[in-house]
């Protein structure tokens, strides 16, 4: 097969400085090593494209063999009437955005920055596009904590893992792209795997949730985002639920109902972490404009 007719896939991320005291301080070196191994192990049937969307003072986390996109300038502070407690976070349209105005790739993935890939992962990301999806996600496996290092890659390759309730990796073709509702919802606190997958499942001919291949894990599961007490959370959930009631606009009744079930699950699993859960509830029903049963 000619290098001009492979199908070319482009991968984003958002690397960030942290502390070594961050699960992300461990995680981060794994995922970038596991992006290399698994481009290079595809690169003679797969043209894989690597980029981050980082900001300004996190471009030395970077490894050379992502392409660094323009610097990203607005976070979840912009839209916070606090944004002096708000931790800076980057909004998945903004990510998105960077990765289409970079690459003219037939198919684009976003995964979390702490998400490791199989050394097959995109190989068989191009046998299910080969099978016809547009648009798929793929659920992550839990591994053991005792990892540390990309030295430990080898082993981490070998553990079975447990499987995760969440997403947090999604490809998608690119025209799929500017239909796409994503409102002011940002990465790093609940629930924009939702509203991703509701962009997804609406707008693909062809759409699955592949949640049994061993193709991306996790070290550990302590979720400390659903920890913050900053107020991040809760404004997340907010435009998540303006993001999926805008697409239930353009749903037909039976897309309608697909999506108000996941977006009413993870509106009860979200807020059952949070204090004053009859006030939240009332207080989200009321600047979404959402009620129980209705759209």
Known sequence: MQRNSM?????????????????????????FETMRIARDFAKSEVNIELFSAQYREDRAMVPSYLTKTPDLERSI????????????????????????????????????????????????????VEQGFDAFSITRRTISNRFRSIDDIPQMYLEKGEPHLGWDCFIFRRNLYPHFELEDVVIGAPIVGYVLICNCLLFAKQFNLFKEEHLTFHIGDEGNWRKRRDGANILNVK??????????????????????NLH???????????????KRVKRLHEDTGYRSGAV
């Open 77 to 128: 502070r912009d839209i916070s009437n606090k944004p002096g407690e708000m931790k800076k976070l980057p909004f998945i349209k903004d990510i998105l955005d960077c990765l289409i105005e970079s690459s003219n790739a037939d198919f684009l993935i976003y995964t979390n920055v702490d998400i490791a890939l199989a050394q097959n992962f995109y190989l068989t990301i191009s046998n299910f």
């Open 239 to 260: 435009n998540c639920l303006r993001a999926i009631r805008k697409l239930h606009r353009n749903a037909s009744a039976t897309d309608r109902k697909v999506l108000l």
């Open 264 to 278: 009413f699950n993870s509106m009860k699993q979200v807020l059952a972490h949070h204090r004053n859960r009859k």
């Open 7 to 31: 199908l070319t896939i482009a991968h984003i991320i958002n690397p960030v400085m942290v502390p070594e005291n961050s699960d992300l301080f461990i995680a981060q070196p794994i995922t």
